[in-house]
């Protein structure tokens, strides 16, 4: 498996534009603050209901990620007030956390491909573009479906419908939106995003439809590659995700941990 730095910026620019991109009401009273440090760029949201959206990200792509860069991300978090963040490095730049006592969290597969391969999925649902007016409802439902709570990070989410680099899809059932999924355009490349399905209609392609329309989104807005990101099974165990995105033509590229700084 091979580092791609495109993928890494990708994701990089994504999680900064949903963070700090957000309306500064909301923006404001989750505490987030961004800076960008080595090449990469590091998150903060102090008061994040979850322990997810503190994060960092991006590097060894512009400059070699060292000691003094960890530590300065590291009192980037400190001076926030920040209890928990999660720093994302590939595998070659392991040995850098654990010396600073880094606690070694999820290991994740990004993959890559060419989005006008993906092929069409089929469902009984009805897919399409969020509407403006159900921005809400699909932000809430695939907060739901990662287990977080709804609020100012259902803002966070919904803010998206309607921004120029992204590209919101939804599935439907009958009027109830069931399964949803994001896109984020950057440069020649594009983000697969918070896609989720709701328990009760699982099974019936919604995912796979999803991608599909995601890629297809990605060619018309002129990209030449898509990306996408989850988390690696145990040998004996599947993960659905992965699955879906190998099934659309999707490749793994390379692997990276989630290393966890607690203060």
Known sequence: ???NAEAEQVEAAFLDDYETGMPEAARERLGVASARIGGGVALAMVNDPTTYWSRALGFGISEPFTDAVLDEIIDFYRTHGV???VIQLVE???EVPAARGLERGSTRIKLGGDPAKVPAGVTDLRIGAVP????EEWSEMVLQTFGMPAGDLATMIGSTVGRPEHRPFAAWDGDRIVAGANLFVHGAGAG???AGTLPTHRGRGAQTALIAARAAAAVEAGCRRLYAETWKPAPDARNQSLDNLLRAGLAPLYEH???VWRA
């Open 132 to 135: 403006a007016d159900q921005a």
């Open 1 to 3: 498996m091979r580092f």
């Open 257 to 259: 941990a989630n290393w």
């Open 92 to 94: 070659n730049f392991a």
């Open 192 to 194: 697969l995003n918070a």
């Open 83 to 85: 209890r928990q963040a």
